[in-house]
């Protein structure tokens, strides 16, 4: 399928850590987003990392194991990790996964200190 793809990492101060995905996730590219994300768990001072799902428009397989594998580095190094923001076929998806077991954190993003409004 390999349609539009686009990842944007964001410093939100207080230890928490944006990765906004952008397009189609789909097999030809969980294995970047699955490497993006966890090169975003191994940034200095990560308390919280958050993976935005608002602006994608497909996920496959291929995705959910990224986001899961994304969760498992993030639990490894001792920090929180919330994917938000699915939509349409993207949180249907993700609700299939649950319904199959599969448990990803999700809701609304965490609070940065000092900072007001929302992701």
Known sequence: MSGPFAVHKHDEGGGVVRVAVH??????????????????TDQADL?????????VSFLAAAGVRSLLEGHEAARARGCGYQVINANGVVADVLTAAAGAGVVLPSGPAPAVPGRSGSM
């Open 23 to 40: 397009g189609e996730i789909d097999q030809d590219v969980g294995a970047a987003l699955t490497m993006i994300i966890i090169n975003a």
């Open 47 to 55: 308390r919280f990392l958050v993976v935005d799902l608002e602006r």
